[in-house]
């Protein structure tokens, strides 16, 4: 795996190399990912049409985060069990569902925060 020789920087951007490639896998073969990474997009779109604040911002990249990071810990989570049991089993499908629900307690929240941050602007545009 690491060899002792390789440096400490050698080592971290071996890291950084596979992260990249994790994500390269993620938007180009998974449709959750694919989904969730426009959504986030239009929502960037958004905060620049709305002018949303520096705080806002934050807040909203961190939700967008949040929902990927979810996503793809969703899909890692049933690539290994589908790799451990490719057939139905039980325990296996509870454990997926599981996986989902954190995906989707993810973008609920999102949602939510979305509608905090974008109802008042939406408001304010039509009064």
Known sequence: MNKAKDGFIKRRLKGVKYSLKGILI???TEDSIKAQFLIGLFVIILGFVFNISSTEWMVQL???GLVLVAEALNTAVEKVADFI???FHNKIGIIKDVAAGAAGLAAIISIIIGCI???PKIID???
Do not use: G, K, M
């Open 26 to 28: 993620l938007i180009t």
């Open 117 to 119: 941050i974008y109802i």
């Open 85 to 87: 049991h490719p057939e």
């Open 62 to 64: 961190t939700i967008i």
């Open 125 to 127: 545009l039509f009064s």
